[in-house]
């Protein structure tokens, strides 16, 4: 490929505690949380809303948040869902119990309540937010692990931010690669990518008539048929529900785009225009076989992929599905959690299909009030003295990882790396040797659920080899 130098002086800016880069569930809980804590915060944001997913995803539920006795996802998760609630943002159906209490059960909401309700959040907080901005490179500070500053885009054209310190909430990893962390790409030496969705809403739903169970074998058996009739573009046998987010309106998080990877932008372009393809063939669907959605006509699709699996860091602490077997608990964690492992097909296969039932449905849940958790050390790039993460670009092996890249674990990773930033710039504390002591006691006290007796100051690190 041939190179071409690009050299140009562009605008200077400072005075910022922290730059946030990524508007989603970890981004905007942790630039929320560090200016609650008095910390000047700049929050960028590629699209136009913030809530990632939730919004532009429009993934419109929360996924489980209880483990059948109690609420694990606290602190800001917990405000953030019970104001959408009091505002009438959630799905019709939707009951406190649902995430105050019961395991396994998702909650559903309005994506533009969703995205009022952050927008409201971020200004009552104090933070700086940009929408429509990428962050395009970053500038090594004078020490090894260190970061002096982002190159921004947008409309306004380019723009240098200098801070003290930085989250990287792009989901990908991005901020990460370009100062130099050591990133795992998805794909990249393993032929298996978790599949990517786009979402979509449909109209008319009449949630006073039966809805399909999709994931019977009954209707495995239609999918199969309708593919070897010519109506379907790929038999893909995982194919979830629309679940009620209005009075008639429902979302489907359904459409797997098999192979996509999601660094790849000839992946992401084809893979938005198969989706809206997949979109309609599930509309026909279940309108042919749905007796709830006779009438349903497709609303919208998601404007931004629903990628499962990008990109993850290598930590201080790389999170694996053996801690989540044996249910550990850390001294240093930030966030308990309990949902299932939740790896998708990796294609069309009956074979893959038959494993992922497997595991989903009668493998590797935890009990009722079991949990596992969530260490500070998968937030800490290896090294870092001032960048963290928040998200699903966390360091954790793939397996653990379909259990806490989901949106309520997202806003628990926020929440600390928010709280860990302010640490670090008030008491001169290296993201990679904070006082995890500190951190917790500070979480707690904004109402994170943290059940460990056992404290330290110093965070648990990873011996093990890692995949």
């Not at 309540?113 to 104090?126: M, N, P, R, T, Y």
């Not at 885009?153 to 003290?164: L, M, W």
């Not at 790849?264 to 997949?278: A, S, Y």
């Not at 954790?396 to 379909?402: A, P, Q, Y």
């Amino acid at each position: 490929m041939n190179t071409y130098h690009f050299e140009k002086e562009i605008p200077m800016e400072e005075g910022y505690d922290l730059v946030v880069a990524g508007g989603g569930p970890g981004g905007v809980s942790a630039a929320v949380c560090a200016a609650r804590l008095g910390a000047k915060v700049l929050l960028v944001e590629a699209v136009g809303c913030l809530g990632g997913m939730g919004t532009s995803g429009l993934v419109c539920a929360f996924d489980p948040m209880a483990d059948g006795e109690r609420m694990l996802a606290d602190g800001f998760m917990r405000e953030l869902i019970e104001t959408m609630y009091r505002r009438g943002y959630m799905g019709p159906a939707v009951h406190p119990d649902g995430w105050q209490k019961n395991a396994n059960v998702w909650t559903h909401f309005s994506a533009e309540g969703l995205k009022l309700v952050l927008d409201e959040i971020v200004v009552s907080a104090g933070v700086k937010v940009r929408f429509f901005t990428k962050v395009t490179h970053a500038q090594p500070g004078d020490e090894p692990g260190a970061v002096d500053g982002v190159v921004l885009h947008n409309i306004e054209g380019y723009s240098y931010v200098r801070a003290k310190t930085f989250i990287d909430a792009t989901g990908d990893a991005v901020l990460s690669a370009l100062a130099g962390a050591e990133v795992r790409i998805a794909g990249k030496d393993s032929p298996h990518i978790m599949p990517s969705s786009l979402p979509a809403l449909f109209a008319n739903v009449d949630w006073d008539e039966d809805m399909m169970y999709t994931q019977s074998p009954e209707a495995v058996a239609l999918i199969e048929k309708e593919y070897k009739d010519g109506n379907l573009l790929q038999c893909d046998r995982h194919l979830v529900g629309i679940s009620p987010i209005g009075n008639t309106l429902g979302y489907l998080n359904g459409g797997h785009l098999f192979g996509l990877r999601a660094h790849n932008v000839r992946d992401l372009t084809e893979g938005m225009m198969l989706g809206r393809k997949i979109a309609r063939d599930n509309e026909r669907f279940l309108k042919k076989y749905a007796p709830n959605c006779e009438n349903i006509e497709l609303a919208a699709t998601a404007s931004v992929m629903g990628v499962r699996e990008s990109a993850r860091i290598l930590g201080e602490y790389e999170l694996t599905f053996d801690d989540y077997m044996q249910r550990r608990q850390f001294p240093d964690q930030i966030g308990v959690f309990n949902k299932f492992i939740d790896i998708h097909p990796y294609d069309c296969s009956r074979e893959e299909y038959d494993r992922f039932v497997s595991e989903a449905f009668a493998g590797e849940r935890l009990k009722k009030g079991e949990s596992f958790g969530i260490p500070y050390g998968i937030l800490v790039p290896k090294g870092f003295k001032n960048l963290w993460v928040a998200g699903r670009c966390n360091s954790s092996d793939i397996k653990v990882h379909g259990s806490i890249r989901v949106m309520p674990a997202c806003m628990m990773m926020g929440q600390a790396a928010g709280t860990a930033a302010v640490q670090s710039i008030k008491s001169g504390q290296p993201a990679c040797d904070l006082d995890t002591l500190q951190l917790v006691e500070t979480l707690r006290a904004n109402g994170a659920y943290l059940p460990q007796k056992e404290l330290s100051s110093a965070m648990t690190r990873t011996a093990m080899p890692r995949d």
